[in-house]
Nanobody, 128 residues
Framework: QVQLVESGGGLVQAGGSLRLSCAAS????????MGWFRQAPGKEREFVAA??????????ADSVKGRFAISRARDNTKNTVYLHMNSLKPEDTAVYYC???????????????????WGQGTQVTVSS
């Protein structure tokens, strides 16, 4: 199994920056991609960004292109994916979830059903 642990959320003013981290441990050799989704109160979970582990191809939602960047790092014991969030807006306020896609190539990054493992979420609040 793969376990995901997010960190880095918090309260920031509009225009500010935050970096989220997601550490994956366990059977990470089977991970094809990692990504981020978010869910605001009363709204459906929406795709934010994803990265293929091999080759590093990235995918972004239109709403975050040019403001957010996803990156990855690997050491001997775990894989980590980062979400660098700049020029934050109040509408970016949400719980951000890390997700892992395993065992097959990623086809539709924006579809929650493509993702096999989810983290517990971290709150990001952007004040105006």
């Amino acid at each position: 199994q793969v376990q995901l642990v997010e960190s880095g959320g918090g309260l920031v003013q509009a225009g500010g920056s935050l970096r989220l981290s997601c550490a994956a441990s366990g059977r990470t050799f089977s991970t094809d991609a990692m990504g981020w989704f978010r869910q605001a109160p009363g709204k459906e979970r929406e795709f934010v960004a994803a990265i293929r582990w091999s080759g590093g191809r990235t995918f972004y939602a239109d709403s975050v292109k040019g403001r957010f960047a996803i990156s990855r790092a690997r050491d001997n014991t775990k894989n980590t994916v980062y979400l660098h969030m700049n020029s934050l807006k109040p509408e970016d306020t949400a719980v951000y979830y890390c997700a892992a896609h395993r065992l097959r190539p990623l086809v539709t990054p924006s579809a929650p059903t493509e993702w096999d493992v989810w983290g517990q979420g971290t709150q990001v609040t952007v004040s105006s």
